[in-house]
């Protein structure tokens, strides 16, 4: 496809399970952000990956949000241990180059809800 | 926190009258970017100013963004009904990355 893809577009979890998301950014995209959203709020920054760099993690809230990115591929976000304010629309965006002086393309996100 | 102020948070209008929506924050920026959000959707992006411009045109819609007082406002002329989204403004920071740091967003409601 042309956008950002992301799976699965809704995930229901028990507190406690661990839960991974997934995104496919737009093919030759070098940089891929995370996001999330909580409900009525605007977006705060998870983890930003460029090329072969490392990634810049400084947006993890705790040591049980993890991400992986292979090469300029697919990246996964991993949630260990789910707590319910865990439960946020989880947005994943990649951009043709890094530095910020492009525009970022949003794939529609994952509804993560922790019961 | 680095997060800036949208007001208003909510703006209801009829089709047809202007739209205006604003930003402030409070470090200095590399660029500042303006996203629409659908119900339920991911961001699209509007417009992106740079630093050191002071205007931006794209077809209805026009950004000014002031950095001496910290500031920009997304103006929509002649809006639509399909104009209703939340609207975001987020901004870049210098040797960052192009992390975005997001404001909270304007809700605008455009009634037929």
């Known amino acids: 496809g042309a956008g950002v893809s992301q799976s699965p577009s809704n995930k229901v979890t028990e507190k406690g399970k661990d839960v991974e998301l997934r995104c496919d950014p737009i093919s030759g995209h070098t940089a891929l952000y995370w996001y999330r959203q909580r409900l009525g709020q605007g977006l705060e920054f998870l983890i930003y990956?460029?090329?072969?760099?490392?990634?810049?993690k400084s947006g993890l809230p705790s040591d049980r949000f993890s991400a992986e990115r292979t090469g300029e591929s697919v990246s996964t976000l991993t949630i260990q241990r789910t707590q319910q304010e865990d439960s946020a629309v989880y947005l994943c965006?990649?951009?043709?180059?890094?530095?910020?002086?492009?525009?970022?393309?949003f794939g529609d996100g994952t509804r993560l809800s922790i019961l | 926190s680095q997060q800036g102020e949208e007001d208003p948070q909510a703006l209801s209008i009829q089709e047809g009258e202007n739209a205006t929506m604003n930003c402030s924050y409070k470090t200095s920026i590399n660029n500042l970017q303006w996203y629409r959000q659908n119900s339920g959707r991911g961001l699209v992006h509007l417009i992106l100013?740079?630093?050191?411009?002071r205007e931006k045109h794209s077809g209805r819609l026009r950004v000014t963004l002031d950095t001496s007082k910290k500031s920009s406002s997304l103006l929509i002329t002649a809006s639509r009904a399909a104009d209703t989204a939340s609207y975001f403004c987020?901004?870049?920071?210098?040797?960052?990355?192009?992390?975005?740091?997001f404001g909270q967003g304007t809700e605008l409601s455009v009634k037929p």
């Open positions: 965006a990649s951009s043709s180059i890094s530095g910020g002086n492009q525009p970022q393309h």
């Open positions: 100013i740079r630093s050191n411009e």
């Open positions: 987020a901004r870049t920071l210098y040797n960052q990355g192009g992390k975005l740091i």
């Open positions: 990956f460029q090329g072969n760099s490392a990634p810049d």
